[in-house]
């Protein structure tokens, strides 16, 4: 992180129009070769990354879409807050299972009584 590339972190774009803005500051970086884009992409929800060309820091760009809200993070961090978003759902499919049992069970032993 430094100067030539970005000194901010965005864990999601609120707006749409926030992505804009920040299109505003990325596209003249890539043009002036401050930050040089990697053809590879290294995590699930990423659609960009890019390297900088003097502190080297790689960040990878998701873009918002739907409910997605995108985020431009160091690619650690994009990493570790993927991780967490999976775990999330992870839980959420779990206790949806759970609930789904329940109410199996309710309605088996509606059918049995
Ligand atoms: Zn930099």
Redesign the pocket.
């Known amino acids: ?6 000194t901010t972190e965005i864990y999601q774009f609120n707006t749409y129009l926030d992505f804009e803005e920040f299109e505003h500051l990325l596209h003249p970086k890539i043009s002036h070769n401050h ?1 040089i884009a990697s053809p590879i992409l290294p995590l699930r929800h990423s659609h960009e990354a890019y390297k ?1 060309s ?4 790689q960040w990878v760009l998701s873009v918002p879409e739907n409910a997605w809200r995108g985020y431009f993070l160091p690619l650690e961090k994009a990493a570790m807050f993927e991780a967490d978003i999976e775990k999330q759902d992870k839980e959420s499919s779990r206790s949806c299972i759970i609930i789904l049992v329940i109410i199996i069970l309710f309605i088996v032993a509606a059918i049995i009584n």
């Open positions: 992180m430094c100067d030539n590339c970005f930050i900088c003097i502190c080297h820091e």
